[in-house]
């Protein structure tokens, strides 16, 4: 096979260059850390699972209207997506206290919020992605109104949609990150699109019967076997056989292979064309 060209490697995930012009290859590690870094270890099959599970999910939600980057799933750990310039600010949709908002307010960890709250945070790893306001998202042009604005409206209609999907297997959506990205079309419209990934890793997830935590606080918290969190969170959602693909820290790759990919169908068919502005035409 070909020596791919890395884009870039993240703690999680790593980019390569896609196939067409103005995609992406994302792929998927087992890596997790916490704590900006302090805590770090490699979890099998992690980066399986949230691929299968980010996947579906972008696909349910551009079935909605929300767009996203995501076209279509390659294999266990790749997807195919569209080249985006990330806008570099973390938008976390909460709807019970819990993290860093508890440490940071001494709200009692499982209160819910009295109606969904959106924090900012400034995605830059070296500052500890610290946490920021809508004035410095204008002042220092990180975004204009009408872009924050866009992506407000899509975190509400994101977590609305969540709220039920997860609600109606059993789960709480607690809190969940998202990113965004920019790329136009081929009218020369600007497009902000859903980016990254939504998965454990970025989504608190409890047990609506027993409170038992399923997301990466498993790791953050030694909580107990991650796998089994994010195994059963597939299982609900019907995207892995009950039972599991991932068992003793080997997965069944024969089985995974056999899942079936998945494609977003509307996100193929829209007309997006590069993360550069087009040239004006000439009368």
Same mark, same amino acid.
Not at 12 to 24: D, N, S
Not at 27 to 39: H, I, L, R, S, V
Not at 206 to 225: P, S, V, Y
């Given at each position: =096979?070909?020596?791919?060209?890395?884009?870039?490697?993240?703690?999680?995930?790593? #980019?390569?260059?896609? &196939?067409? &012009?103005?995609?992406?290859? !994302?792929?998927?590690?087992?890596?997790?850390?916490?704590?900006?870094?302090?805590?770090?270890?490699?979890?099998?099959?992690?980066?399986?699972?949230?691929?299968?599970?980010?996947?579906?999910? =972008?696909?349910? $939600?551009?079935?909605?209207?929300?767009?996203?980057?995501?076209?279509?799933?390659?294999?266990?750990?790749? !997807?195919?997506?569209?080249?985006?310039?990330?806008?570099?600010?973390?938008?976390?949709?909460?709807?019970?206290?819990?993290?860093?908002?508890?440490?940071? $307010?001494?709200?009692?960890?499982?209160?819910?919020?009295?109606? /969904?709250?959106?924090?900012?945070?400034?995605?830059? %790893?070296?500052?500890?992605?610290?946490?920021?306001?809508?004035?410095?998202?204008?002042?220092?042009?990180?975004?204009? &109104?009408?872009?924050? *604005?866009?992506?407000? +409206?899509?975190?509400?209609?994101?977590? *609305?949609?969540?709220?039920?999907?997860?609600?109606?297997?059993?789960?709480?959506?607690? *809190?969940?990150?998202?990113?965004?990205?920019?790329?136009?079309?081929?009218?020369?419209?600007?497009?902000?699109?859903? +980016? %990254?990934?939504?998965?454990? *890793?970025?989504?608190?997830?409890?047990?609506?019967?027993?409170?038992?935590?399923?997301?990466?606080?498993?790791?953050? !918290?030694?909580?107990? %076997?991650?796998?089994?969190?994010?195994?059963?969170?597939?299982?609900?959602?019907?995207?892995?056989?009950?039972?599991?693909?991932?068992?003793?820290?080997?997965?069944?790759?024969? #089985?995974?292979?056999?899942?079936?990919?998945?494609?977003?169908?509307? +996100?193929?068919?829209? +007309? #997006?064309?590069?993360?550069? &502005? /087009?040239?004006?035409?000439?009368?």
């Amino acid at each position: =096979m070909a020596r791919r060209k890395t884009i870039y490697e993240g703690k999680a995930k790593i #980019l390569y260059e896609g &196939p067409e &012009p103005g995609t992406v290859i !994302q792929y998927f590690k087992d890596d997790a850390t916490a704590f900006n870094g302090e805590k770090k270890a490699v979890i099998a099959g992690k980066g399986v699972l949230n691929n299968r599970i980010s996947s579906h999910l =972008m696909t349910k $939600l551009e079935a909605i209207g929300i767009p996203t980057h995501f076209i279509r799933s390659i294999n266990m750990r790749e !997807q195919l997506v569209r080249r985006v310039e990330i806008i570099p600010i973390e938008l976390v949709v909460r709807n019970i206290a819990a993290g860093s908002l508890c440490k940071r $307010l001494g709200v009692p960890e499982g209160e819910y919020l009295r109606k /969904p709250l959106i924090e900012y945070y400034y995605k830059k %790893d070296e500052l500890g992605d610290p946490l920021i306001s809508e004035d410095h998202i204008v002042t220092f042009g990180w975004a204009d &109104p009408y872009e924050l *604005d866009e992506m407000v +409206a899509m975190a509400w209609r994101v977590n *609305d949609y969540l709220n039920g999907l997860f609600s109606g297997i059993g789960l709480k959506l607690v *809190d969940f990150k998202l990113e965004f990205g920019r790329i136009w079309g081929e009218h020369g419209e600007l497009y902000i699109v859903l +980016a %990254d990934e939504i998965s454990p *890793d970025n989504c608190r997830l409890w047990d609506e019967k027993t409170g038992e935590k399923l997301d990466k606080d498993r790791f953050r !918290q030694d909580l107990g %076997d991650v796998i089994e969190g994010y195994q059963y969170i597939a299982e609900r959602l019907g995207l892995i056989p009950e039972g599991g693909i991932i068992k003793g820290g080997s997965i069944n790759e024969q #089985l995974a292979e056999k899942l079936g990919q998945i494609e977003n169908e509307l +996100a193929q068919r829209r +007309a #997006l064309q590069s993360i550069n &502005p /087009p040239k004006p035409r000439k009368a």
